[in-house]
C-alpha cells in the first residue's frame, strides 16, 4: 500500500485568516464545461474556481483529493485561469492538519454527510465543510441532504443555497423527513448546519460591449438574415422539454406577440434564437417539428450550444432574453446572469433563482407560474422511487403540470419589441445588477465572508451530538408540488375560475395533442376523451376547481388538477 504524503505537525483550529480560504474537493468533472454536452453545474463550477484565483486574493490554493493526477490536473487549471505564481498543496486523504490550516473545505455538491463522519474521526472542529445546491431533485440529492441530520455536521457546517426558492425546497424536504424521525424514534432531530442563500456569479467583463462584441453581433445577425430592425428574442439552455423550458409555451408566446404587434406602427418582425444542445435526435426532431407548427409567423434558429464562436455572438446578437423555465431540477438558473451581463432585458418565468436574478420593470419582467397544490403530486413519488419513471419522467410530469401565462409573456416581448428606448433602459440596468451583485468578485467576498463566520463559530458554538444512522426511506421523497411550492407564484384553488381561450380552443387542443412532446405524461393525467368533453363544457360557461372536482376520489383529483394546469400550459383555458 502506498504511504501518504508526510504530515506537517498537527494544528488546532486556526484563526480566521485575512483573507478567508478554502480547500476545494476537486474532481475534474465537477470544474470543466469545456465538455460536449455542458450542464449548469460544470459551468458554474468552473466560473467558482476562475473567481476563486482572480478575487479571492488568497496567497495558495488547496486540492483535496485522493488522486495525484487530479491535484496535477488541478495545479495546471489553476495557473491557467491567473493563478501562476501562487502555490498549489495537495490535500490527500490524512491530511487533516492541511485542512486546518486552510480552515474549510469546500464540495462541489450538498453531500457533507460522508465528509463529516470521515472528519469525526479525526476532530469535529479540525475545519469546517462547506457544500452547495444544484438540483435538489434527483434522489442523490435528496439522500445527501436528508443524511445532514443524522450525519455529524455542526453550526460551523453550511450548505450555500443558490436561492431562496430552493432554500425554501430544501427546508420543505429535510423538515418533513425530520418529522418521519421524529415519529419513529420520539425526538426530531434539527439540522445544525447553515444555510446561507448566495447566487452562482458571472465573469460580468466578459459580457462587456465593444467593437469586438458589435462585429459578431453584425455577423451572426447577416448570417441568419435578421436585419437591423428586426428583434431577436433569445433562449440559452438545454434543449430539452422535460428538463429545462418546455418550447411551446414560449413558441406560442413568440407567436402571439407577432399577432399582437401587427397592427402596431412600425412593425418589427420577430426572430427567435434557441441556442444550447439537444439531449438526443428524437427530441431535436420534436423541437424543430413544435417550432413552424406552434410559431409559423416567427423564424426560429437552432443553433449549437457547443460551438464557443456561435454560441458566444448569440449573446450580442439577441435583443430579449427569453426564458419561460418550468422544471424543478433548475435551482438558479445562469443564463439570466448573463444576459443582463451583456445588456439585454429578460422575459423570464417567475421562478426558482430568476425571482431573484431579474427585478421586476428594472431588469425584465417575470412571467406568473402556477402548479398545482400540495398533495396532488404524492403519486408521482412511488413511480419514480420504484423505477416505474425514470427521473427524467419524474421531473417531466411535474414540468408537464406547471404553468406559465403565455399571455402575459406575449404581452411583455410586444412591448420591449416595439420600444427600443425601453430595451436599452432595461439592459443598462441589467448590466450594473450583474456587475454589483452577481460579477464573481462579490460572490467570492460572500464566500469568505462565510468562511470567516464558520471560522468563527468552529472556536464558540458548542459541539452538536454525532447522532446515528438512520434509515433512508420515503421521507426523502416528498410530493413535488408540496416541496416546490415555492417555485411557482400560485397554486391553483378551489375557487379558481376556468374557461377556454377563444373560440378555437377545441381545435387547437387538438393541435397540442398530436406532438408527443405535449403529451409525453398523458397517463398521469386525465384520458384525452374526458380533456376533450372538459374542454367543450368550458366553451360554454366557467367553471371553478372546486366545481369540476366536486365528488371526485383523491385518485382522480390529482389527474384533473394536472389536466387543468397543462390546460393553461398550453393557452387552452384561462384562470
Not at 33 to 44: E, L
Not at 441 to 458: C, D, H, K, S, T
Not at 523 to 540: K, N, T
Request: with cysteine.
Amino acid at each position: 500500500m502506498a504511504s501518504l504524503p508526510a504530515d506537517p505537525p498537527t494544528q488546532t483550529a486556526a484563526a480566521p485568516a485575512a483573507q478567508p480560504n478554502a480547500a476545494i474537493q476537486y474532481h475534474p468533472d465537477s470544474y470543466d464545461a469545456a465538455r460536449p454536452k455542458v450542464m449548469g453545474r460544470h459551468a458554474a463550477g468552473e466560473g467558482f474556481l476562475k473567481g476563486l484565483v482572480a478575487h479571492s486574493g488568497v496567497p495558495a490554493f488547496y486540492a483535496f483529493t485522493p488522486s495525484r493526477n487530479d491535484f496535477d490536473h488541478f495545479t495546471r487549471r489553476v495557473a491557467a485561469m491567473g493563478g501562476r505564481g501562487r502555490p498549489t498543496h495537495w490535500v490527500a486523504p490524512g491530511r487533516y492538519s492541511l485542512l486546518a490550516e486552510v480552515g474549510c473545505l469546500y464540495l462541489a455538491g450538498p453531500g457533507l454527510g460522508e465528509t463529516a463522519w470521515q472528519r469525526r474521526l479525526d476532530d469535529d472542529r479540525r475545519y469546517s465543510l462547506c457544500g452547495i445546491t444544484h438540483t435538489v431533485s434527483s434522489d442523490r440529492a435528496m439522500d445527501a441532504l436528508g443524511e445532514l441530520l443524522l450525519a455529524p455536521t455542526q453550526s460551523w457546517d453550511a450548505v450555500v443555497c443558490t436561492s431562496r426558492a430552493v432554500k425554501a425546497a430544501v427546508e420543505r424536504m429535510v423538515g418533513g423527513y425530520a418529522d418521519y424521525i421524529a415519529q419513529r424514534v420520539g425526538a426530531r432531530p434539527a439540522l445544525p448546519i447553515q444555510l446561507p442563500i448566495i447566487p452562482l456569479g458571472v465573469d460580468a467583463g466578459a459580457f462587456a460591449a465593444s467593437t469586438a462584441t458589435e462585429a459578431m453581433r453584425a455577423e451572426l445577425r447577416q448570417r441568419l438574415q435578421i436585419a437591423a430592425s428586426d428583434v431577436a428574442l433569445l433562449f440559452f439552455g438545454r434543449l430539452a422539454f422535460h428538463a429545462k423550458a418546455h418550447p411551446v409555451p414560449m413558441l406560442l408566446a413568440a407567436q402571439l406577440a407577432h399577432e399582437l404587434m401587427r397592427g402596431d406602427a412600425g412593425t418589427t418582425r420577430l426572430h427567435f434564437l434557441m441556442v444550447g444542445q439537444f439531449p438526443n435526435n428524437a427530441i431535436a426532431a420534436e423541437f424543430r417539428t413544435a417550432a413552424p407548427r406552434y410559431c409559423p409567423d416567427v423564424t426560429v434558429h437552432f443553433l449549437d450550444g457547443a460551438d464557443p464562436p456561435q454560441s458566444r455572438a448569440a449573446w450580442f446578437a439577441g435583443d430579449i432574453f427569453f426564458s419561460l423555465s418550468d422544471n424543478i431540477q433548475e435551482s438558479f438558473g445562469i443564463t439570466p446572469l448573463e444576459a443582463m451581463a451583456a445588456g439585454i432585458p429578460c422575459v423570464v418565468s417567475d421562478w426558482d433563482g430568476y425571482r431573484d436574478t431579474v427585478t421586476e420593470g428594472e431588469t425584465g419582467f417575470r412571467i406568473k407560474t402556477t402548479m398545482p397544490p400540495p398533495t396532488d403530486g404524492g403519486d408521482l413519488v412511488p413511480r419514480y422511487v420504484w423505477g416505474i419513471d425514470t427521473y427524467d419522467r419524474y421531473i417531466g410530469a411535474v414540468s408537464q403540470a406547471t404553468a406559465v401565462d403565455v399571455r402575459a409573456a406575449a404581452d411583455a416581448i410586444r412591448r420591449l419589441a416595439g420600444d427600443l428606448a425601453l430595451r436599452q433602459s432595461l439592459g443598462e440596468a441589467g448590466r450594473r445588477r450583474a456587475a454589483a451583485f452577481f460579477d464573481w468578485r462579490p460572490v467570492i467576498g460572500q464566500y469568505q465572508a462565510l468562511w470567516r463566520e464558520l471560522a468563527l463559530r468552529r472556536r464558540t458554538d458548542k459541539l452538536a451530538g454525532a447522532g446515528q444512522a438512520g434509515l433512508r426511506n420515503h421521507g426523502l421523497r416528498p410530493d413535488p408540488f408540496d416541496m416546490f411550492q415555492g417555485h411557482s407564484s400560485t397554486q391553483l384553488g378551489a375557487d379558481v375560475s376556468l374557461r377556454t381561450r377563444g373560440e378555437d380552443a377545441a381545435a387547437r387542443l387538438e393541435q397540442i395533442l398530436s406532438m408527443s412532446m405535449n403529451t409525453f405524461t398523458g397517463h398521469l393525467m386525465l384520458q384525452q376523451d374526458e380533456i376533450r368533453r372538459m374542454v367543450a363544457e368550458l366553451a360554454g360557461r366557467s367553471r371553478t376547481v372546486g366545481e369540476l372536482s366536486a365528488g371526485r376520489p383523491d385518485t382522480e383529483r390529482r389527474l384533473l388538477m394536472r389536466t387543468i394546469a397543462w390546460l393553461k400550459k398550453y393557452d387552452i383555458v384561462d384562470f
